[in-house]
């Protein structure tokens, strides 16, 4: 967790060059003013949250067998240096604000966790989902202020809901469970969010 003043000072002075090389490749001057746009934006909305985590979760391509293969785990994937990036910060209240840029602003509250069939291929449905399945298996849940910008056209094929979803995750494990929560099982909350939330087919 780190001060949004800190954050947006060290982006601009190039301390994390060497990551946003390791990440992107030789265009991390344009990955800088996307992470300082979000920075800037998330500030401007919702200028009570100053201490937050920011956090990067790549797409994936199906090399070798597609979504179905997954369900019995026989597919070769891999991920790509495009992704959806997120900031994410604790909110008081049981509530959400969650905004990906270039789409309005959606603010949920969460005290009931059932899932809901007409939110099923929705952002909406992939939250509902994350915060039904930490509460199940027992971890923290809180409220949450989550913007993302996503380098993920939808309907590419690079699974840009499964980015969200993993995005959604690790803020949760980052903000409420002091990154406890191993790879593996973020994963496999994730793909249960995907089947019996998003109702991924």
């Known amino acids: 967790m780190r001060h949004i003043d800190e954050l947006i ?3 601009r002075d190039g301390t994390f060059d060497a990551q946003l090389t390791s990440l992107y490749g030789g265009d991390f001057f344009e ?5 300082l746009h979000l ?19 790549p797409c994936k391509v199906d090399l070798l067998g597609g979504y179905e293969a997954r369900q019995s785990d026989k597919a070769v994937t891999m991920a790509a240096n495009v992704d959806c990036i997120g900031i994410a910060a604790k909110l008081p209240a049981r509530n959400v604000l969650f905004r990906s840029l270039g789409f309005p602003m959606m603010n949920m509250n969460l005290d009931g966790f059932l899932r809901r069939r007409q939110e099923a291929h929705s952002p909406r449905a992939i939250i509902r989902g994350i915060y ?6 027992g ?3 809180g409220g949450m202020a989550l913007f993302t910008h996503s380098g993920i056209t939808s309907g590419a094929g690079l699974s840009s809901s499964t980015s969200v979803s993993v995005l959604m995750a690790m803020a949760m494990n ?13 994963y ?3 793909h249960w969010v995907e ?7």
């Open 174 to 186: 980052v903000l409420y469970n002091d990154s406890s929560i191993s790879t593996d099982e973020l």
């Open 139 to 141: 971890y923290n849940v």
């Open 31 to 35: 990955q800088r003013n996307r992470y």
């Open 39 to 57: 920075l800037f934006t998330f500030s401007k909305r919702v200028p009570e949250c100053t201490k937050m985590a920011l956090i990067s979760s």
């Open 132 to 137: 039904s399945r930490f509460n199940y298996l």
């Open 195 to 201: 089947n019996n939330c998003f109702m991924k087919s």
């Open 188 to 190: 496999r909350i994730t």
């Open 9 to 11: 000072r060290d982006i």
